[in-house]
């Protein structure tokens, strides 16, 4: 008997939802804490027992469940259909993992907790559901549904300005959304015979004989997902909600909502439309960099903490995109490298090693944000020095995750910065190297951090400062273990990756007549 892991993962949420709305809002707040702990623990351990049946050498898409069909009108069939492969996988336990941790940290939530857990679980539905969906409507259906619980996490539970920055992430979002819904129909209408199947679609490549639809088509998912990545110039959204969202609301939009963007080129843009990809390749790699830059020279710039690292978020997800980019790109005629498959698939390992090592560092960054604040009440760097001395422990691992965003070596960042730089090189050397400029700006950036937080004298204000209590530490330090462990030893995850990553090059060069 085969076990339907991914729905078990993607509907027990719904279960502890429908608990948590139907126990008493203030007699009840401990027994809801523990529902949401409880069932997104279980998720959790099911996405572990879904790894145990995954073999990662097999690039074809595994623990499929269904089509089956959903409803059918008109001729139009839609079809329940889930799998994970050696993308999605990663991000499903990614999103498993810091959804468990966040339910533990929010036991400091004391305001309307029904509501916030209740929420918490239907984030955890729209997220697993996207990374999970084969069929583009179910796919879709998924993504509309990670974008309420997060509107209301940052509207009801953010800070002074969680209105504004609410209303401002639920806008960018829902532009996208509906570009992407547009772009699904031509893939459908065009497609023969018609089919929401994203396996199907991307053996058909039904736009690759209509050159403007295809091209539209491409944009209107660009559009979509760099909003979500976020790609400069579509990032402005972001820090305000980073900024007014609460803590676990930080942790899941840097560490998980960011990667469905990316999730969504690799699976979507590169195999299913493969000419506009490898066409504005260019286009992306330049924005890309620009991200990398830019962000880290923002960043830099902060006194606010929180926006410091909502910020390195742009700068990081720049080195995502740019691997994407470089798995796709042109280059000029004439270059032996026209199509090194190995260096666009370690373009394309990297990045999306990139977007989970990035879930893992950037959730702890946040965590430690939240930890720092819910003492102090300011995030104001200029206010902070010396808590080295005083808050030991919240420093050592303060220094730790932010040595890992700058990339270390035996630290997560390293590995996927590096298979990023050196697959990319091969199809873009000289934005490459500009590229390597933002490493040198992220160490200057958190370094600088670091200094004006630990270092000096003590401000007295803060003589009176806890450390890390157990329920923070639970929450932070499994997220270290992770980050030192695919440091020193990345190779049982850049196993599961591998496969994949060489399959959507293999294919995007067979779909070019390239391969």
Request: aromatic content about 14%.
């Amino acid at each position: 008997m085969t076990i339907p892991f991914l729905s078990l993962m993607i509907f027990l949420p719904v279960v502890g939802m429908a608990i948590i709305l139907l126990m008493h809002k203030e007699k009840h707040v401990t027994a809801i804490r523990w529902t949401a702990n409880i069932v997104a623990g279980l998720v959790f351990v099911l996405s572990l027992l879904a790894l145990t049946a995954f073999i990662p050498g097999n690039p074809a898409m595994q623990l499929q469940e269904g089509p089956t069909p959903w409803f059918a009108a008109a001729g139009v069939v839609v079809n329940y259909h889930l799998g994970a492969d050696g993308l999605s996988l990663p991000l499903i336990i990614l999103t498993t993992l810091l959804t468990f941790l966040c339910t533990i940290y929010s036991w400091r939530i004391t305001h309307r907790v029904k509501e916030y857990m209740a929420f918490f679980m239907l984030l955890e539905v729209g997220m697993l559901g996207t990374f999970s969906a084969l069929d583009f409507f179910l796919f879709y259906v998924f993504w509309e549904i990670s974008l309420v619980p997060m509107y209301f996490l940052i509207g009801i539970w953010g800070g002074p300005r969680r209105e504004y920055a609410a209303i401002k992430f639920f806008i960018y979002t829902l532009v996208g959304s509906l570009a992407m819904l547009l772009a699904i129909l031509a893939l459908y209408f065009h497609s023969s015979p018609h089919t929401f199947d994203m396996i199907e679609l991307a053996r058909q490549t039904p736009l690759a004989s209509h050159f403007w639809v295809g091209v539209l088509a491409f944009w209107g998912f660009f559009l979509a997902f760099a909003i979500k990545v976020p790609l400069f110039p579509f990032h402005t959204w972001l820090p305000d909600a980073h900024v007014e969202a609460p803590t676990a609301g930080s942790v899941i939009l840097a560490g998980v909502l960011l990667k469905m963007g990316t999730y969504g080129f690799v699976r979507v843009c590169l195999p299913i439309l493969p000419g506009p990809s490898r066409m504005f390749a260019i286009v992306i790699a330049l924005l890309a960099l620009v991200s990398i830059v830019y962000g880290a020279l923002v960043a830099m710039a902060q006194t606010d903490l929180k926006k410091l690292i909502a910020y390195s978020s742009v700068n990081h997800m720049g080195y995502v995109m740019l691997g994407i980019a470089a798995a796709a790109g042109i280059t000029w005629p004439g270059n032996p490298h026209a199509f090194d498959a190995v260096s666009r698939t370690t373009a394309l390992n990297g990045a999306v090693l990139q977007m989970v090592t990035h879930g893992i560092i950037t959730g702890a960054l946040f965590f430690l944000v939240g930890v720092i604040y819910d003492r102090a009440h300011t995030r104001d760097l200029a206010s902070f020095g010396g808590l080295a001395k005083q808050m030991p422990v919240y420093a050592g691992i303060m220094m730790m995750a932010s040595f890992a965003s700058l990339g270390l070596p035996t630290l997560a960042g390293f590995v996927s910065e590096f298979l990023v730089f050196v697959g990319a090189f091969g199809t873009y050397q000289i934005i490459t190297g500009l590229a390597v400029i933002g490493v040198v700006l992220t160490a200057g950036y958190f370094l600088w951090m670091i200094q004006r937080m630990f270092f000096g004298d003590l401000n007295r204000q803060w003589a009176g400062l806890p450390d890390m209590d157990p329920g923070e530490l639970v929450a932070v330090v499994p997220l270290m273990v992770l980050t030192l462990a695919i440091g020193v030893f990345p190779h049982p995850v850049l196993q599961v990756i591998n496969t994949v990553s060489w399959s959507v090059v293999q294919h995007l060069g067979q779909a070019l007549g390239l391969g």
